[in-house]
């Protein structure tokens, strides 16, 4: 694989923008950029303030609902800062409504997904940060359709507020009111989108009326293991938990499951994910999907144990969700059993993700695939939509 991956890749100038790009919204901007913007529009700086109180404060993102604007500047200002990114094209609930689901148009016609899923002591929204992905790791729906683009800032903040709002609204009877906890696990690789995602980390853990004031701790940035990024978040003010995909021990295997791992090798890759660990004090959250037959042998969890030892990682068993057409499966309980077994005897934390949503055919990528290759509907359950112990 070419060095040239898409690492970092900052929005384009206004002048080499092309018909996809998203047009600008509040939450693609700080509290002082969104004043500077008010005041382009001839509105006195404090609209900014009350704007972002509504959206990021109240959770209202339809202007019509900022009562306290006069109708003339209500709508200068929804045209200029709060453009409509996201239009539901499909939603799906199930486990009590407590999992939810929701495909998204975007401006251009690209295709998204997020899903929620509440608990008893939390709430959990799973955003994308691309339409697509370019990784092509070949067990997994979005990788298997290529990237379209990366999404905006205020697209990936706009998930997270529109579901924020649903909670507020009432999930169920043990569900909490608000929403806690971010993934980054739905659709793309979030690292190959840095600036973006990163900006929209900011509007998520600032405080009201700057952003949702959401805990760092409590957002998950997973990544397929973009090396130079993962040391470039390390450097970042945040203290985020980084959940690395591993799949696999040695590079023989990894290069196939994971072609990245072709640039940066499983010891590179693991390297800076204890440098993250030990810059940011967070334990990372090492990603397995177990695959019948092809990753799931005893000497490979001996082999994961080894290379994880004594180092602040917690492991995560995913069950292979299979893909339409994929030749894999998932590995029989009793391989999963013994794999976690071994994985733990070498004192490395490990659990299996609990499924959720099966019945909405439950993650990103396999929504989106389906929706244009309409023989794909109905398929089972993907990643999304299962419990994640990363985001703990
Ligand atoms: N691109 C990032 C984040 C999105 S994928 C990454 O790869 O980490 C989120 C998680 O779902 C990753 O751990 C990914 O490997 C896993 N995944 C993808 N397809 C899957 C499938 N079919 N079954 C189980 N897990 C899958
Ligand atoms: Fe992209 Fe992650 Fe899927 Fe790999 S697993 S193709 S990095 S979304």
């Known amino acids: 694989m070419s060095t040239a991956l898409p690492l970092v890749d900052p929005a384009p100038p206004a002048s080499k923008r092309g018909r996809t790009t998203p047009p600008r919204h509040l939450a693609d901007l700080d509290l002082a950029g969104r004043r500077a913007a008010v005041a382009a529009l001839g509105e006195p700086e404090f609209r900014a303030g009350q704007v972002s109180h509504h959206y990021f404060g109240r959770l209202v993102r339809d202007p019509a609902r900022m009562t306290d604007l006069s109708p003339a500047s209500r709508e200068r200002i929804a045209a200029e800062l709060l453009p409509t990114l996201l239009t539901p094209v499909k939603e799906l609930s199930c486990d009590g409504g407590t999992t939810r689901k929701t495909l ?3 401006h251009d016609g690209a295709r998204v997904e997020s899903v929620l899923m509440g608990y ?3 709430v959990t929204v799973c955003v994308s940060s691309q339409a697509g992905c370019g990784m092509g ?11 379209t683009r990366n999404l905006s800032t205020a697209e990936i903040v706009d998930q997270v507020v529109w579901f924020a709002g649903q909670a507020v609204d009432g999930l169920g009877p043990h569900v909490p009111s608000r929403l806690s906890h971010v993934v980054f696990m739905g659709m793309g690789e979030p690292l190959a989108n840095y600036n973006r995602v990163l900006d929209a980390v900011r509007r998520l853990v600032a405080p009201a009326p700057e952003g949702l004031g959401l805990s760092q701790r409590h957002i998950t940035v997973s990544t397929v293991g973009l090396v130079p990024a993962i040391e470039r978040l390390a450097g970042e003010d945040l203290a985020l938990t980084l959940a690395l995909s591993l799949h696999a021990p040695d590079d023989d295997l990894r290069d196939e499951l994971v072609p990245v791992n072709q640039r940066w090798k499983v010891a590179e890759v693991l390297q800076s994910a204890w440098n993250y660990a030990a810059r940011t004090g967070r334990r990372v959250s090492i990603e397995y999907a177990l695959i019948r037959d092809v990753n799931d042998q005893p000497w ?5 144990g080894r290379l994880l030892a004594n180092k602040l990682a917690h492991v995560n068993l995913i069950p292979l969700n299979p893909t339409p057409g994929s030749r894999w499966d998932a590995s029989p309980k009793s391989v999963e059993r013994e794999f976690l077994r071994r994985v ?3 004192g490395v934390p490990a659990t299996v993700r609990d499924t959720r949503g099966r019945e909405i055919d439950g993650a990103c990528g396999q929504l989106a695939a389906s929706e244009n290759r309409p023989q794909l509907e109905n398929r089972g359950l993907t ?8 985001e703990q």
Do not use: H, I, N, V
Not at 300 to 304: C, I, K, S, T
Not at 383 to 390: D, I, N, P, Q, V
């Open 300 to 304: 490979r969890a001996d082999l994961l």
């Open 344 to 346: 733990r005897s070498a």
């Open 104 to 106: 998204w148009r975007l």
């Open 383 to 390: 990643r999304l939509g299962e419990r994640g112990k990363a």
């Open 137 to 147: 790791c070949p067990f997994c729906a979005t990788g298997q359709a290529g990237l």
């Open 120 to 122: 008893r002591d939390r």
